[in-house]
């Protein structure tokens, strides 16, 4: 894969990051909606009918600019190449890349793909979770592909 598609693949991280927090929002109002669709209040609360208020939806807004530059780092890191030159486009990187951090890069991708596991198993198969479903969808092929071109060559076949 050439430095330039391995840069912007590791650029589109930037909106997958940037979406979480309205994937992280919606997702439990959609599977709602769906769960309960067509109910009416009786008068008791109930798991469609509560007083619930969203504390920790609210905090994934600044976690998610918080987190934002060691989020990059690492997608940056993944997906530069094995030689990166000094060049503007690998800067944020420092001197990490999948193969001078193999394995604990691919492992921590790993890990996001669980947590990404976690999000989905929440969310209804429903045609009101259609975008919910693609947006994970795209979060997974993105992280399988960067594991995969980060994968040191000389043990990718071995």
């Known amino acids: 894969m050439s430095e330039r598609q391995r840069f912007w693949l590791a650029s589109l991280g930037i909106p997958l990051w940037l979406g979480y927090?309205?994937?992280?929002?919606?997702?439990?109002?959609?599977?709602?909606s769906?769960?309960?669709?067509?109910?009416?209040?009786?008068?008791?609360?109930?798991d469609c009918f509560n007083d619930y208020i969203p504390v920790l939806e609210m905090l994934a807004f600044p976690?998610?600019?918080?987190?934002?530059?060691?989020?990059?780092?690492?997608?940056?890191?993944?997906?530069?190449?094995a030689d990166v030159k000094d060049g503007w486009r690998w800067r944020i990187t420092g001197?990490?890349?999948?193969?001078?951090?193999?394995?604990?890069?691919?492992?921590?991708?790993?890990?996001?793909?669980?947590w990404i596991v976690f999000h989905?198993?929440?969310?209804?198969?429903?045609?009101?979770a259609g975008l919910l479903w693609t947006y994970w969808f795209f979060w997974i092929v993105w992280l399988l592909i960067e594991i995969v071109v980060s994968w040191p060559s000389k043990q990718r076949f071995e």
């Open 63 to 81: 976690m998610t600019l918080l987190l934002m530059f060691p989020f990059l780092r690492f997608a940056f890191a993944l997906y530069a190449p």
């Open 120 to 128: 989905v198993r929440m969310l209804p198969v429903a045609p009101a």
């Open 21 to 32: 927090p309205f994937a992280f929002w919606f997702g439990p109002i959609v599977a709602r």
């Open 95 to 114: 001197r990490m890349n999948g193969d001078a951090c193999f394995p604990s890069l691919q492992l921590f991708a790993g890990m996001l793909l669980l």
């Open 34 to 46: 769906v769960r309960c669709a067509g109910r009416q209040f009786t008068g008791e609360f109930d």
